[in-house]
Nanobody, 123 residues
Framework: QVQLVESGGGLVQAGGSLRLSCAAS????????MGWFRQAPGKEREFVAA????????FYADSVKGRFTISRDNAKNTLYLQMNSLKPEDTAVYYC????????????????WGQGTQVTVSS
C-alpha cells in the first residue's frame, strides 16, 4: 500500500508556472506507474500525464503536451509535475495516483490517490 500527498498548488497568472509534488510513503514507490489527473468544477476527472516505473517513458494529454513535464525521483519517493505557460483552462484540482498495470490514461489503472491540490490560473 502507498499513501500519496500532493503539494505545490496555488494561484498563478496566465503564462506563469507551478511545480506540483507528490510525496509517497512506503518503500515500493519505484514499483508503481505514476500519473497526474485533474478535475475542474462541474467536469469529470481527466488524465494529464503519466510516467513509467523507471521514469524513462512519459505520456501526456494533448492539452498539456509541450507545456507540462512529469518526472519522478525514486530515491526520494516523489513525483513531480512542472507546469509552464499555464492557461485559465488549467484551473482544477490536481491529483497524483499510483497504479500497476493497464492503460496509463485510464483512471481504473490506478489503485491509490492523493487528496488533491488546487491550481487556479487567473486571466
Amino acid at each position: 500500500q502507498v499513501q500519496l500527498v500532493e503539494s505545490g498548488g496555488g494561484l498563478v497568472q496566465a503564462g506563469g508556472s507551478l511545480r506540483l509534488s507528490c510525496a509517497a510513503s512506503g518503500r515500493t514507490f519505484s514499483s508503481y506507474v505514476m500519473g497526474w489527473f485533474r478535475q475542474a468544477p462541474g467536469k469529470e476527472r481527466e488524465f494529464v500525464a503519466a510516467i513509467r516505473r523507471s521514469g524513462g517513458t512519459t505520456f501526456y494529454a494533448d492539452s498539456v503536451k509541450g507545456r507540462f513535464t512529469i518526472s519522478r525521483d525514486n530515491a526520494k519517493n516523489t513525483l513531480y509535475l512542472q507546469m509552464n505557460s499555464l492557461k485559465p483552462e488549467d484551473t482544477a484540482v490536481y491529483y497524483c495516483a499510483a497504479g500497476s498495470t493497464g492503460s496509463y490514461y485510464n483512471m481504473r489503472t490506478y489503485d491509490y490517490w492523493g487528496q488533491g491540490t488546487q491550481v487556479t490560473v487567473s486571466s
